[in-house]
């Protein structure tokens, strides 16, 4: 067992992670701090998926991070740039060497006297046990798990003969050339996929219980191509972004208050892509409301042009049963397969698994309240990042690690130690992720909540946030400074918990 103390302890090393040690380095450099990465590398997300053709879908202009500019000209970029840049942004602002590898995090202990996080970590290399403590826990995991995706319980699996694969784990020796291929799926992964696999097998068919929202968008944007011409790259950066930006809120807002119309827009842009006579009603018109659930962007349109040169196929469709040679269809259809992709989600899992506590009693993190769309309250010196579901995630994973060195600023030059957000005192409760997907709906019940009003709600609006997390007052109703030794405020009851909180 061993022991040691920084002033900040990052979890995760992955886009927001390395984002977050980054913006400390840049905006608090005295401050002593370590990353923590369950896995062996760096880069998340962008690690851990390697199926063919795995690729943002956002732009990025916005995905990237606000202090270093991308400037790979395609704006849609395949998972390795991304991988890449990530661990290139590491090593140039030097933040390579405090991250340690094979450290899980399995529990978190806060003492309000000392006003010190005591963090257990099992090291997958070692096998021991190592404590950590800090002044400040920052959780940068994401929110779903690692080493699992979802897969639902499929009739006849079993008689199967050929390859079942989720792309959460694909295998590095799998050689689909002219395969027959089905996609289980309708989301980001299975659009993803399909075109790319459908570039060597002998057919690739996506079988989705329901279709999707699908928008074809250039991987290269046409107003970084043209002022590349003119300016350095850290010039055009900020403008391609903030362009990016107000299209996509645009896009959000319109989608929100005019549905119908978007569904006509979506439908027209879809149909135009499309052989003529396609059914673009059954295969590619949702039955909910666009951003309901995210719009899956296709770049180039290679998903629609897969699928107008024969080589891919939709299939509209529930499953009946696999067969030893593939699947049979609720209408009594079959589909032959040598290989079946489980394109079928993730599974969440807020805080990397990582248990809470706070002076000895534990944190249901379900009723806990998030503040800023980043603390929790009755939680002191304690941040998490959860992306945007409408625009790109490091747009927000960048806010939340802003606002973090602003509130360790602040801390400092009043000389207080604990910031401890409150829950609110009124109105009523609503899931921290306002999407109807399924992987939302399976666990968001044992997640944090958001209030009615800021600052115990956020509106999935980049500009907005801009003011409160950047330029806001960083003391308001919803959070309490103190200094060490001050476990509580006598009188104000955590109306999630019944209790008090500090």
């Known amino acids: 067992m061993s022991s040691d103390h920084v002033d900040v302890l990052i979890v995760g090393a992955g886009l927001s992670g390395i984002g977050a040690a980054c913006h400390l380095r840049r905006n608090c450099p005295d401050k002593t701090y370590a990353v923590l990465e369950a896995r062996g590398a760096i880069g998340g997300t962008w690690d851990l998926f390697r199926y063919p053709g795995i690729r943002s879908d956002s732009d990025m202009y916005t995905l990237g991070y606000s202090f270093r500019p991308w400037t790979d000209p395609k704006a849609i970029a395949d998972g390795d740039s991304i991988r890449r840049y990530v661990?290139?942004?590491?090593?140039?602002?030097?933040v390579t060497g405090h991250v340690r590898f094979h450290h899980r995090v399995v529990g978190a202990e806060w003492d309000s006297e000392r006003a010190v996080w005591t963090v257990r970590v099992h090291r997958a290399d070692t096998a021991e046990t190592v404590t950590l403590t800090c002044g400040f826990l920052f959780i940068c995991s994401g929110y779903y798990r690692y080493d699992a995706g979802y897969t639902p319980e499929f009739p006849g699996i079993g008689r199967f003969t050929g390859q079942v694969v989720h792309p959460q784990h694909w295998p590095a020796d799998l050689d689909h050339t002219g395969k027959r291929i089905v996609v289980i799926g309708s989301g980001a992964t299975a659009v993803t996929l399909v075109p790319a696999l459908a570039e060597r097998a002998a057919h690739v068919t996506m079988l989705q219980r329901s279709p999707t929202y699908v928008l074809a968008r250039p991987s290269r944007d046409v107003l970084a191509d043209a002022l590349r011409r003119v300016l350095p790259e850290k010039a055009l950066y900020p403008v391609v972004r903030w362009k990016n930006v107000l299209l996509a809120t645009a896009n959000y807002q319109v989608s929100r208050r005019a549905p119908g119309l978007v569904k006509k827009l979506l439908r027209w842009a879809a149909k135009g892509r499309l052989p003529a006579g396609y059914d673009v009603d059954r295969h590619f018109s949702p039955r909910y409301d666009p951003w309901d659930q995210r719009?899956?962007?296709?770049?180039?349109?290679?998903?629609f042009t897969a699928l107008s040169n024969g080589r891919a196929s939709i299939v509209t469709d529930t499953i009946d049963t696999f067969t030893e040679t593939g699947i049979r269809l609720a209408s009594g259809a079959e589909l032959a397969a040598d290989v079946v992709v489980t394109a079928t989600g993730l599974n969440l899992l807020?805080?990397?698994?990582?248990?809470?506590?706070v002076d000895g009693t534990p944190v249901d993190l379900a009723r806990t309240v998030a503040y800023k769309g980043m603390m929790l309250s009755g939680v002191p010196n304690f941040a998490m990042t959860v992306g945007y579901t409408n625009a790109s995630w490091t747009l927000k994973a960048d806010l939340v690690a802003t606002y973090v060195c602003r509130l360790l600023r602040h801390l400092d030059r009043t000389g207080q130690q604990v910031a401890t957000p409150l829950p609110p005192p009124d109105g009523e409760l609503a899931p921290i992720i306002d999407l109807t997907a399924g992987y939302v709906l399976r666990s968001v019940d044992?997640?944090?909540?958001?209030?009615?009003?800021a600052p115990w709600r956020l509106h999935q609006n980049y500009p907005r946030d801009v003011l409160l997390m950047r330029h806001g007052r960083l003391a308001d109703e919803g959070v309490r400074f103190s200094q060490a030794g001050t476990a509580s405020r006598p009188g104000a009851a955590d109306r999630s918990t019944g209790t008090t909180v500090g």
Not at 295 to 303: A, E, S
């Open 87 to 94: 661990r290139e942004t590491a090593d140039e602002y030097g």
């Open 295 to 303: 719009l899956c962007v296709v770049p180039d349109g290679d998903l």
């Open 350 to 357: 807020a805080l990397g698994d990582t248990t809470l506590t």
């Open 446 to 453: 044992a997640l944090p909540k958001q209030g009615a009003r």
